[in-house]
């Protein structure tokens, strides 16, 4: 969708100025309202994820009808994704983080799937080989997070086409390509494997009905810029006999050089690498998060700085500082001048570093672990 | 392709008169010579099939590179199919008893695809649990014409799509819509599984040379009707590092009905079945078999008949009867007016029952063996 004449947003690229209101009513979603938030917080013993009370997810479809059924004691899956186009960086554990939040407080099974196939397909630049490697290499930082591994099963997509195409192509019939060209912009230089694709990232969303045998609601958690599959699979999913997977979405994470658009891998001094040293995210935050300071320190401590502009109080809000009276504070220093923009960056440094520091150790023991996430279960 | 106003031919349709001339020529395909014919008896000890004698294999691609490789003793692969839309009928025996025959005289390896996604995809009214089971059903009709089960390797798509579609990705990436909008007819209704389906049947062309990580020759012996496809393949495979696949390709075995179009399952009376009963084959002969017999006997004894045709007698030339020098009895008679068209129905139905008896006796024994072709080899 091309939101004005600098926006864009497809599952493949976000850039410019993204309006998530208009979105919403584009998108035809139901923002996360009040009561929402109490419905799943009666449901936790009360916890509700800083990402909902900051509205980083933001927007649902059926989350309250889903809350019910879970209410009713049905069970009930996750479902999220990755495509491994480079190695993870930050913006990807958002949702990630998120989902594993739900798998704790609900105990469900949780669908992973890494989609090789679409990148391969997608990326002149990129061969399956490559593709695939960096599949298994992105599974760490999912085993990282701490997913239950008995109730985690991670789906690289060409390892497990025996499992997925004949499902997806019960997916595929009903699709034309027409609807692909409309919902995703195709036109007809688009390779073959690009217009199937989206049947397959519709899999996870019924598959464990298909095991079962009978429907178990999914729930999938996402960045906002991948609703165009999903909401396929809402329209074909019940034409084969399954449920409609609710959803819940998320804003995106900026890149280091402003707060419009998505992090995106192709340009490395705009993302944080989960690879990334101390020093060079020290480095990269310090030279390229822009900032909401003033011009100089003494106009910053006069008239404050602006922290919906500012990448670094934005990445504390989004992922990094849970706290809510603490990210208060900073917030309301940072405006009456008194928390100067490097200060900021610092607050911000300390915490990446100390999360990629035990994500890095995470990361080194998930070797071990890794199997048992790929195996089937 | 339209060849004029009531003629057609897809992949999944043909229809009306067929000008197997026109064909090499809108194709772009040899014809099987006399030079091609020398070298393959050099090769066979002097063996020539009556299929290639009689021209019902009638064109080629690059047969005659493939014949100087294996004669500087370079190994090679055949690959043939089968879309598992019903039971087998007589005609889609006519490729299988060739690509037997070139098997048992080089000694090759057969990989035979049953394309029961395709079926599915492209036909309304199947669903994938038919479309399956026929391909198991199907397969024994392959495993009773007697394959060496150590050198067949017959690949039913959902069953191995962990093999296929990995490969399939590859080959999709370099086909656009255009392409299969121009080589198939399709428009922007088809389904995405239509449209990606052509990546599918391109694999098993290369995937020996996968396997062995080395490129292997590949033959394919086919009914014209599926060339798109194979066109596509050639294209395609050698800028992914393979060998064009040289191919084979006959006519169709006619319909009851009469010579025009190709035998097809839509019309049960129109086409005889494997599992079709003796009385039923004599039937349907008697009753439908168009003839190019006279009016009356009299007449016919005086005018002769027509064997150009006469189903009956086409049948007795591609299929039933091997022997040359009877069947040219049979036609200068038929000609003659000596052989009734009656006669020549009795003719063919007693080959044709006492084919069909023997293989349904070997088509019992075959679900025995079946699980040896379904391995992976």
């Known amino acids: 969708m091309k939101d004005s004449e600098d926006s864009k947003m497809t599952p493949w690229e976000v850039s410019g100025k993204v309006d998530y209101d208009k979105i919403m009513t584009k998108f035809g979603t139901e923002p996360i309202d009040q009561n929402i938030i109490n419905s799943l917080s009666s449901l936790t013993g009360g916890d509700v994820h800083f990402m909902l009370r900051r509205g980083i997810f933001f927007t649902h479809r059926d989350l309250g009808w889903l809350l019910q059924q879970i209410s009713a004691g049905e069970k009930f899956y996750l479902y999220t994704g990755r495509g491994p ?43 399956p080989d490559t593709t695939h490697s960096l599949a298994l290499d992105n599974a760490l930082d999912i085993v990282a997070l701490g997913f239950d591994p008995k109730l985690t099963e991670i789906m690289i997509d060409t390892d497990r086409s025996g499992l997925l195409y004949p499902q997806a192509i019960r997916i595929a019939k009903k699709i034309t390509f027409s609807t692909v ?23 996870p969303a019924m598959i464990e009905s298909v095991r079962a045998g009978k429907n178990v609601p ?143 150790e995470l990361r080194e023991r998930a070797k071990n672990i890794l199997p048992e996430f790929l195996a089937e279960h």
């Open 85 to 127: 186009s480079d190695h993870t960086h930050i913006g990807h554990l958002v949702p990630w983080v998120f989902t594993k939040w739900l798998q704790d407080k609900f105990h469900a099974k949780l669908i992973f799937q890494i989609t090789d196939d679409e990148k391969f397909m997608f990326n002149e630049d990129l061969d």
């Open 181 to 203: 060209k409309a919902t995703f912009g195709f036109d007809v230089s688009a390779n073959i494997g690009m217009i199937f694709y989206t049947s397959m990232q519709a899999v």
């Open 218 to 360: 999914c729930l999938i958690p996402y960045g906002i810029d991948q609703d165009p599959h999903f909401r396929i699979a809402r329209d074909v999913l019940p034409r084969l006999g399954y449920l409609k997977p609710a959803s819940i979405m998320s804003i995106f994470i900026p890149p280091l050089s402003g707060v419009d658009g998505k992090m995106s891998s192709s340009d490395p001094n705009n993302a944080i690498f989960v690879t990334d040293s101390e020093s060079v995210v020290r480095k990269k935050i310090n030279k390229y998060a822009f900032s909401g300071g003033r011009t100089s320190v003494e106009e910053h401590r006069k008239l404050g700085g602006n922290p919906e502009i500012d990448v670094s109080f934005q990445w504390l809000k989004i992922m990094f500082e849970p706290d809510d009276v603490k990210l208060k504070k900073i917030h309301d220093d940072y405006i009456s001048g008194s928390l100067l923009s490097g200060e900021m960056k610092s607050l911000l440094i300390e915490r990446v570093n100390a999360f990629l520091k035990r994500h890095q």
